[in-house]
C-alpha cells in the first residue's frame, strides 16, 4: 500500500520553514526520506526505525508516530538548495523493500 | 566501487527490441533492489535481490521482464519486445543488509526511451 505524502508540492521563500507529511493505512516499521533533484539519483536524508532509533542530517529532522503510522519531515531556515522533490519509502511489516509515497515537490525561491 | 553505478545512462530504442540495463552496487553490499520512475511519478518497486537469490520479484510488471544478479555483485535488468509504456528511469539501490531497516543508496538510473 502507498504512503500518501502531504503536501503534494509547496513553494516557500529562502529562510521559511516546511513539514513535509507521510501516511501509512498499515503498520510500519521503519521510514526512509530522500530527496532527488531533476535528474538526478534520490540522495538519502534521514531513516527512522520502529523503537524510537533515529538517523539524520543536520538541519533537517523528522518525526516517527508507529501509532498513528505517520511520519513528518522538518525542513528549517530552508535553503535554496533544499528544492526538489522528497519521498518518504515506508517499510511495512515483514517486507524487505520499501514502498514509496509519490512524493513532495518543494521550491524555495531567494 | 565508492557508489551505485548503472549503465547506460541513456538508452533509446525502437519498440520490440531488448534491452539490457546494468547496475554496480556498492562493493560488499549483500541487498539490490530495482525501481522504476515514469516522469512525474514516484519510485515503483520492481524487484529485489539477497545476494544471487530474489526473492521478491512481485513488482515486475510482465513477463517481458526478468532479472539476473551474479557473483553477489553486478545485476541486469532486461526488458524483451520493448512497449512505449517501459519508458522511464530505472533506478538501482544497494545496502550493506536486506530489510527495510537498511539504508538504501542509489544509482544516477538508466533513462530509457522507447519510440
Known amino acids: 500500500q502507498q504512503p500518501v505524502q502531504s503536501p503534494q508540492a509547496v513553494i516557500l521563500r529562502e529562510g521559511e520553514d516546511a513539514v513535509i507529511n507521510c501516511s501509512s493505512s498499515k503498520a510500519l516499521y521503519s521510514v526512509h526520506w530522500y530527496r532527488q533533484k531533476h535528474g538526478e539519483a534520490p540522495v538519502f536524508l534521514m531513516i527512522l526505525l520502529k523503537g524510537g532509533e533515529q538517523k539524520g542530517h543536520e538541519k533537517i529532522s523528522a518525526s516517527f508516530n508507529e501509532k498513528k503510522q505517520q511520519s513528518s519531515l522538518y525542513l528549517t531556515a530552508s535553503q535554496l538548495s533544499y528544492s526538489g522533490t522528497y519521498f518518504c519509502?515506508?517499510?511495512?511489516?515483514?517486507?524487505?523493500?520499501?514502498?514509496f509515497g509519490q512524493g513532495t515537490r518543494l521550491t524555495i525561491n531567494p | 566501487g565508492a557508489g551505485v553505478s548503472q549503465s547506460p545512462s541513456n538508452k533509446v530504442t525502437e519498440k520490440g527490441k531488448d534491452v539490457e540495463l546494468r547496475c554496480d552496487p556498492i562493493?560488499?553490499?549483500?541487498?539490490l533492489y530495482w525501481y522504476r520512475q515514469s516522469l512525474g511519478q514516484g519510485l515503483e518497486f520492481l524487484i529485489y535481490f539477497q545476494g544471487n537469490s530474489a526473492p521478491d520479484k512481485s513488482g515486475l510488471p510482465s513477463d517481458r521482464f526478468s532479472a539476473e544478479r551474479t557473483g553477489g555483485s553486478v545485476s541486469t535488468l532486461t526488458i524483451q519486445r520493448t512497449q512505449q509504456e517501459d519508458s522511464a528511469v530505472y533506478l538501482c539501490?544497494?545496502?550493506?543488509?536486506?530489510?527495510?531497516?537498511?539504508?538504501?543508496?542509489f544509482g544516477p538510473g538508466t533513462r530509457l526511451l522507447v519510440l
Open positions: 562493493s560488499g553490499h549483500t541487498a
Open positions: 539501490a544497494s545496502s550493506a543488509n536486506r530489510g527495510s531497516r537498511e539504508t538504501q543508496y
Open positions: 519509502g515506508t517499510g511495512q511489516g515483514g517486507a524487505q523493500k520499501l514502498v
